[in-house]
């Protein structure tokens, strides 16, 4: 029980200090700036809200799908592993820790495909984000042409493949075993996953990722900048596309895309304020209150029994 109220109030605690103590944009400031703008109107808060529940709502029926091929898995249960896992994994580097909170909710037997499935999870999301953001991006160089050193990035993309193309040889021509978990037997349980859910899973990902990029223009369009939809998710694909490819302690994370997003948007010569509103808005619906509502699941977690899940 320590433990558990320790990750809660750990959580807590760097919620309040990042609101509190954000270099970037102070507390009072914030609120004083999106009252002003009418952020926190009823029909404001209530829509965005509604946005943030669809997005979780999508990202709960995608765990729900693709680990029911492990365990058959009820909603209700997927909601408190995705809710109680995000609060475990908030202080953990690229939210890492969410692999092992959401296989701690199942037998010993059943972690390891649990922790997979969360990748692939994980890498469908990805997918969504790189495939629109590559798109975004594209588009964002050749209507704003960013000064970028093209010889360097091209040289960087280049062994970053490379890198990957040697390491995927070098595991599949290897016998490499972690804790009796075999290459081969990863390579099986990938060709044997359910290619139907691995779809499903992709559409989850494809309609999130549409949710929160429409709540981010929402927000623009609250604090009165006049872009077309197309136009702003350019810019707003162009700062998923490049701040997921950056580590960062996920605390930190509405730091990460704020400094990315600044600077996307002052090409477009939007109001530097405006952007940091925005991106501390997106993350307090996104993340801090699903959170908020994770630290019960949190508080009430009991390990399942090692013969029978619960």
């Known amino acids: 029980m320590l433990i558990k109220i320790s990750i809660v109030v750990g959580a807590f605690y760097f919620i309040y200090n990042k609101l509190t103590n954000n270099t970037e944009l102070s507390f009072s400031e914030f609120i004083a700036f999106s009252t002003k703008n009418e952020v926190f109107a009823k029909k404001n808060i209530i829509f ?3 946005l943030s529940l669809f997005n979780w709502f999508f990202e709960i029926l995608k765990w729900k799908t693709l680990v029911s091929f492990i365990k058959k898995t009820s909603f209700k249960t997927a909601l408190k592993q995705s809710l109680g896992s995000l609060t475990a994994s908030l202080l953990t580097p690229n939210r890492i820790g969410e692999y092992g909170a959401k296989a701690m909710y199942y037998s010993v037997h059943l972690r390891k495909r ?18 629109f953001g590559a798109i975004g991006f594209s588009l964002f160089i050749l209507n704003y042409n960013p000064d970028i050193n093209y010889v360097k990035l091209s040289k960087f ?16 021509k290897s016998r490499f075993i972690i804790k009796d978990f075999s290459v081969k037997k990863i390579r099986q349980f990938i060709l044997e996953f359910p290619k139907n859910k691995l779809v499903l899973g992709l559409l989850f990902s494809i309609l999130r990722y549409a949710i929160f990029s429409f709540q981010f223009y929402f927000l623009l369009h609250i604090f009165k900048i006049e872009f077309s939809y ?4 350019i810019i707003i694909s162009s700062m998923y596309f490049i701040a997921s490819s950056i580590p960062s302690i996920f605390i930190f994370d509405v730091v990460v895309k704020g400094s990315i997003a600044v600077y996307l948007f002052s090409f477009a010569g939007v109001n530097e304020l405006i952007i940091l509103s925005s991106i501390t808005i997106m993350w307090l619906l996104n993340f ?4 908020l509502f994770g630290s019960y699941y949190v508080i009430s977690f009991s390990l399942p029994n090692n013969k029978v899940q619960v």
């Not at 490379?162 to 595991?171: K, P, R, T, W």
């Not at 801090?288 to 959170?291: E, H, K």
């Open 157 to 172: 993309i280049l062994i970053v493949l490379s890198s990957l193309i040697l390491l995927g040889f070098v595991i599949s």
């Open 230 to 233: 197309a136009h702003a998710m």
């Open 114 to 131: 649990v922790v997979l499935v969360n990748l692939f999870s994980n890498m469908l999301q990805m997918c969504a984000t790189t495939l």
């Open 288 to 291: 801090v209150v699903p959170s």
């Open 48 to 50: 965005l809200l509604l």
